[in-house]
């Protein structure tokens, strides 16, 4: 393809990659660690001071495309009062934090999975009961406690998930560029909404996947903020359509500037489960290098990239045998080639923790961290203090790096065997001249096209209408798929494809299988398909309806359909 990049990405070289042995030490050089109340904090204090790499590109034209919104923001006085609190001595009658003598909660205990047995069955047995106490930090029971954690922290998140986080994305993603920070967030939603607010005006475009994650344009839609899909391939994105479509951009056409920042989600992308390639991810870079262009990586699905799809009733491939072979076996992200410092990398523990815990974090320059603060100063205020305690004393204290990357080879066995089953599924139940589909190789989605020209009405209907019959047809046979078209990213706009996405997540095993069993009915239904497939029935079950009742026609249909298929 035709485009240049600006920074060779290929030739950069990851200078002292961290590893989880390497932590400890790491600590230590860190010095005295400060994660008192409201700590004052950044990733600066946790890295790897690695002076070999370049600084990221200065960038004059993110402070031009900030919003008049986040240009106008300032340090919170209070929070930034707190870094005088580390004072030794120091008796503070300055913020409004109440004492932890008026917090109602001593302790709380959580019981978790030991390392190395992580199912529920495992846990309710072996589990480890770990007791959060009010005042384990100065009992020198731990580095977090509840009289800390339940206080007022930083925008930033507290110091002790920062530094977590912050070593972990230095183990997995090694930035090429020595200014990254983290900044803890509350789940990637919140920090989508944060960075539309940092870089978008009413009126601007924000460019995605062509169906995509369908809160990403709704938090956007009431800010004003347009979503416009490129069209996707098996493996997402692709980079010459992002490339024509920026190349041909026209300000009076589209009634908004060209657009600056570009929404992926790389790995198992929310709806269609795509997984861009190595070489497809550095094909996006080059592109938003020669357009200049910001990237939110949205990654919740980064870590359920699975073991590769063997075929029906294929023994499984066999999971990565240690921890550099697993972080290995992931294809690097768009961080890992980020020699500019374009990319916005969001993490959550939303998909490979818990949901309700609401944390995550972003990793970007330090230019665009510090805004990104700014903002969570005086939204969330910092992400909940019991969920940060929680999740640290389970994550940094009870695993530790190397158990995390054990829980996460566990979740990826665990994802990788729910992929198979729905797949054999479809394989068993969904008539190949109706619906096809690429097996996914992450994430928590499996995303069925259906053949919408087989359908009778093809052409003298809408596809959307036919996509309706689907679904209420689904929902007769008591079975709920998600409609393709919920997730086009340019609302309003006509489309043409029938997709339908199941999320192999959430079911129990045999009713997964059940749920594409009744699927395949309703689509058979709505495409008449056993009338057209089986030369002598169509005359007889069209008959028949007329003779019997609904329930009498349903029974009869089946038995037919049975007689047929045997
Ligand atoms: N991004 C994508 C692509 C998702 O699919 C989801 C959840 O479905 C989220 C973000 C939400 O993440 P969080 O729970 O961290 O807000």
């Known amino acids: 393809m035709g485009v240049h990049a600006v920074t060779n990405i290929s030739t950069v070289e990851l200078p002292n990659a961290l590893t989880c042995a390497g932590v400890p030490a790491r600590r230590l050089k860190s010095g005295a660690f400060n994660g008192g109340v409201a700590a004052a904090t950044s990733s600066e204090f946790f890295k790897s001071k690695s002076l070999c790499k370049p600084l990221a590109k200065k960038w004059d034209r993110i402070i031009d495309r900030l919003s008049k919104e986040s240009k106008s923001r300032k340090a919170s006085s209070l929070k930034g009062a ?17 004492s932890s003598d008026y917090f109602p909660f001593e302790h709380i205990e959580i019981r978790v999975p030991t390392v190395g047995q992580f199912s529920e069955e495992e846990t309710k047995i072996n589990g480890q009961n770990v007791k959060i106490g009010k005042h384990d930090v100065p009992e020198g029971r731990s580095a977090f406690d509840l009289a800390i954690a339940l206080n007022y922290g930083q925008g930033t998140g507290s110091a002790q998930m920062l530094r ?29 909404d944060t960075l539309y607010r940092m870089f978008c005006e009413r009126g601007d475009y924000v460019i995605s996947e062509e169906y995509t994650f369908a809160t990403a344009v709704e938090t956007a839609a009431p800010l004003g903020v347009k979503f416009l899909g490129v069209k996707i391939d098996d493996e997402g994105l692709i980079p010459e359509d992002l490339d024509q479509l920026l190349e041909n951009w026209d300000e009076k056409a589209r009634c908004g500037r060209k657009p600056f920042l570009l929404y992926t989600v790389p790995s198992g992308q929310n709806p269609t489960g795509s997984t861009q390639g190595r070489a497809r991810r550095q094909e996006i870079y080059k592109v938003a290098q020669k357009h200049d262009l910001l990237i939110i990586e949205d990654e919740p699905y980064y870590f359920l990239q699975m073991q590769p799809y063997m075929g029906p009733n294929a023994p499984p491939a066999p999971l990565p045998a240690t921890h550099e072979e697993f972080l290995n076996s992931l294809v690097p992200s768009l961080l890992r080639m980020d020699v500019d410092g374009r990319v916005i990398r969001m993490d959550s523990f939303s998909k490979v923790i818990s ?34 305690v929680i999740l640290h004393r389970l994550l940094d204290e009870h695993w530790g790096h190397t158990g995390y990357l054990d829980w996460l080879i566990f979740i990826r066995k665990e994802y990788t065997q729910r992929r198979d089953i729905i797949l054999q599924a479809c394989e068993k139940y969904l008539p190949k001249e109706l619906a096809s589909w690429t097996p996914p190789a992450a994430g928590m989605f499996h995303w069925i096209k259906i053949a919408v020209e087989k359908h009778p009405d093809f052409g ?31 609302r309003g706009a006509r489309h043409t494809g029938l997709f339908f996405r199941a999320t192999f997540a959430a079911a129990a095993g045999p009713d997964m299988t059940e749920a594409i069993r009744r699927f395949s009915i309703a689509l058979k239904k709505v495409f008449e398909w056993e009338q057209m497939t089986c030369i002598p029935r169509p005359l007889s079950f069209r008959v028949s309806k007329k003779k019997f009742g609904d329930g009498e026609c349903k029974y009869l249909y089946h038995t037919l359909t049975f007689v047929v298929l045997a």
Do not use: M
């Open 164 to 192: 977590f986080v912050t070593e972990h994305t230095e183990i997995v993603h090694n930035p090429p560029y020595q200014d990254w920070q983290c900044i803890i967030d509350v789940g990637s939603t919140n920090g989508l």
């Open 460 to 490: 003298k209907r809408e596809v959307v209408d036919i996509e309706d019959d689907i679904f209420q047809a689904s929902i007769s046979e008591c079975v709920l798929l998600s409609p393709g078209s919920w997730f086009v990213a340019e």
């Open 355 to 388: 949901p309700g815990a609401r944390i995550g974090w972003i990793t970007a320059t330090s230019q665009i961290c510090e805004r990104f603060t700014r903002n969570c100063e005086v939204s969330t205020q910092n992400p909940s203090g019991f969920s940060q």
């Open 82 to 98: 707190a870094k005088y609190l580390a004072k030794p001595g120091l008796i503070s009658l300055g913020g409004g934090l109440p």
